[in-house]
């Protein structure tokens, strides 16, 4: 996401002409869109935001369980 909102950024300053970014080429200017796109194919393809999309239902599951286990007077038992 990040690489995306350099992307917009730099496409706003260029188009605007707004300092030195209004002499670059649109090929540096449309650069990090492809960047951008060859990321999020790799991402998917390696599993990584299927792995990160895991990762964050299972801290949400264990914060769930904590609470539930503090509302009902246990103490949390301490990480092995």
Known sequence: MY???LSLIIL???Y???GPVAQWSWWWVMAPF???ALWWAWADSSGYTKRKA?????QRKKD???KHKEALGMKPRKPR
């Open 3 to 5: 690489l995306l909102g």
């Open 16 to 18: 605007f002409e707004i």
């Open 54 to 58: 895991v990762e964050k239902m299972e």
């Open 64 to 66: 769930r369980i904590e």
């Open 12 to 14: 706003a300053l260029k």
């Open 34 to 36: 492809g960047a951008t």
